[in-house]
């Protein structure tokens, strides 16, 4: 029962890590994107992240 448990402890840590990545990055996209939708000088590349950043932040729901 050991062996087990020491292979789950070790399963949920690189998926609590992987997890972490991933928030990590997806959080990163967001930010750039915001930045984006603000920072742009063109009008069309600005609504162009908004609409982006639109469907990176959708939540549950209809869609």
Do not use: H, P, W
């Not at 070790?10 to 998926?15: L, Y």
């Not at 959080?27 to 162009?48: E, H, I, K, M, P």
Request: glycine residues 6%.
């Amino acid at each position: 029962m050991s062996v087990l448990l020491t292979i789950l402890e070790s399963v949920f840590q690189e998926a609590a890590t992987l997890s972490a990545a991933t928030g990590l990055a997806y959080t990163g996209a967001v930010v750039t994107v915001a930045a984006s939708s603000v920072l742009f000088r063109n009008a069309q590349r600005r609504r162009d992240a908004r609409a982006t950043l639109a469907i990176l932040m959708r939540r549950g729901g209809k869609r």
